[in-house]
């Protein structure tokens, strides 16, 4: 006789819980000042991801939590234009959860978002991919390797727990959105900042050594630039690529390779990590006439 709709749902509940038993062992807890926490994910052997924007102002020795005990953690790095952060902790017994192919989810799919709360243990939601869309850049400039929008609530000591499959493979770390929203940070965007955070323990920027200002251009020049607006410099590093490139105090930034650039953040994430050692073309309004400028993008300096 065939199952009831009540039957095979509850079966269908049952394999969620089970599902979750089987992957909570991948997921820690981060204890934060004042009694908070977020959650982490086992990256590989010693190494646990986590959010960046809520350890933002914490100390470098945080605390973790996993089911085989508490640790001791040391904050390597953060990626905040990816909202990637990486923690080393010694002794973590736990086993880095199975990844899955991210290019292959869809909206619609069905996904799980698992983190685990120092008093309460496992923290779930439960719901669809919204959106799986193309490569983004962030405000901050951080390139990921796709728009992944979940159709979940997260809590907030669930950020930065693990995106799960209906297979308990990972499909990404979940962080907090826009207005409210939850997104998935893609497993392999994740893999190639961690990578980054190991070797150097940050992420490499652009640096063009030049501090800017916006501005409205006069009318007389919007059309020549194709834009209305600008980058005013207000300094300029000699040593820099925009110092040995030619810029000048009181040029105005209008394009860069062929395109207006019309504000700082744009600019910011034009200015990535794949972007060190290449050469733009920049263009800029000086005494009224548009120049053009090559330039090479150097390393910003770390702040450490």
């Known amino acids: 006789m065939a199952k009831s709709v009540s039957a095979r749902i509850s079966d269908f509940s049952n394999e969620l819980a089970d599902l979750v038993a089987r992957c909570a062992p991948g997921v820690v807890a981060v204890r934060l000042r004042g009694g908070r926490s977020i959650s982490g994910i086992v990256w590989r052997p010693g190494y646990v991801v986590s959010a960046a924007e809520p350890l933002d102002d914490e100390p470098v020795t945080l605390g973790v939590e996993a089911g085989s005990g508490a640790y001791d953690a040391k904050l390597l790095g953060r990626d905040p234009s990816t909202d990637i952060?990486?923690?080393?902790?010694?002794?973590?017994?736990?086993?880095?959860?199975?990844?899955a192919d991210g290019t292959a989810l869809r909206a619609g799919q069905l996904a799980i978002v698992l983190g685990l709360s120092p008093e309460h243990g496992p923290i779930v939601a439960f719901g669809s991919i919204a959106v799986a869309g193309a490569p983004w850049d962030s405000q901050l400039g951080g390139r990921i390797s796709r728009f992944i929008r979940l159709g979940v609530w997260l809590t907030p000591a669930s950020e930065g727990?693990?995106?799960?499959?209906?297979?308990?493979?990972?499909?990404?770390?979940?962080?907090?959105?826009?207005?409210?929203?939850?997104?998935?940070?893609?497993?392999d965007t994740i893999?190639?900042?961690?990578?980054?955070?190991?070797?150097?323990?940050?992420?490499?920027?652009?640096?063009?050594?030049?501090?800017?200002?916006?501005?409205?251009?006069?009318?007389s020049v919007q059309k020549l630039a194709n834009t209305s607006f600008g980058l005013l410099v207000s300094s300029v590093d000699a040593q820099s690529g925009a110092g040995a490139g030619g810029v000048l105090l009181g040029d105005i930034i209008v394009g860069w390779n062929g395109e207006p650039v019309r504000d700082y953040r744009?600019?910011?994430?034009?200015?990535?990590?794949?972007?060190?050692?290449?050469?733009?073309?920049?263009?800029?309004?000086?005494?009224?006439?548009?120049?053009?400028?090559?330039?090479?993008?150097?390393?910003?300096?770390?702040?450490?």
């Open 266 to 304: 744009q600019l910011q994430r034009l200015l990535g990590p794949e972007s060190v050692g290449t050469s733009v073309s920049v263009a800029i309004v000086r005494g009224g006439a548009l120049v053009n400028l090559g330039l090479t993008v150097g390393e910003r300096p770390s702040s450490g």
């Open 161 to 187: 727990g693990a995106v799960l499959d209906l297979d308990g493979r990972l499909v990404g770390m979940a962080v907090s959105g826009p207005r409210r929203t939850v997104l998935a940070i893609p497993a």
């Open 191 to 219: 893999q190639r900042v961690v990578d980054q955070l190991i070797a150097k323990g940050r992420i490499s920027r652009g640096y063009l050594g030049i501090a800017m200002q916006p501005v409205q251009l006069p009318d």
């Open 85 to 99: 952060a990486l923690l080393s902790v010694q002794g973590l017994k736990e086993e880095a959860l199975p990844t």
